[in-house]
């Protein structure tokens, strides 16, 4: 089992800052991946960023590149996605994921566990 928690969700203007951090616990031994999606009202859930855990190979989708970085801490166990020149439309729920195979791309929605979700809300 795999636990994910996130924390830094909040609301801000647009063009501000805001940095969320996952904090894995359990049996992450196995991690091939973590990674961030999002879901806003009325739309499906959309990836956002990923990252593998043992060589820090990163995707991005193609809205938040050059925004948003995501980075890990493989001994706390830990992923943040630091997000700048936040608009509106990057108002959602953000999810962080985690998965132990590879036999996926990145981007593709299979990951093994999620956490709760942390809201983010840029105000125009």
């Known amino acids: 089992q795999v636990q994910l928690v996130e924390i830094g969700g909040g609301l801000v203007q647009a063009g501000g800052s805001l940095r969320l951090s996952c904090a894995a616990s359990?049996?992450?031994?196995?991690?091939?991946?973590m990674g961030w999606f999002r879901q806003a009202p009325g739309k499906e859930r959309e990836f956002v960023a990923a990252i593998t855990w043992s060589t820090g190979r990163t995707r991005y989708a193609e809205s938040v590149k050059g925004r948003f970085t995501i980075s890990r801490d493989n001994a706390k166990n830990m992923v943040y996605l630091q997000m700048n020149s936040l608009k509106p439309e990057d108002t959602a729920v953000y999810y962080c994921?985690?998965?132990?195979?590879?036999?996926?791309?990145?981007?593709?929605?299979?990951?093994?566990?999620w956490g709760q979700g942390t809201q983010v809300t840029v105000s125009s």
């Open positions: 359990g049996r992450t031994f196995n991690t091939y991946a």
């Open positions: 994921t985690q998965r132990s195979s590879s036999s996926y791309s990145l981007y593709n929605v299979n990951y093994d566990y």
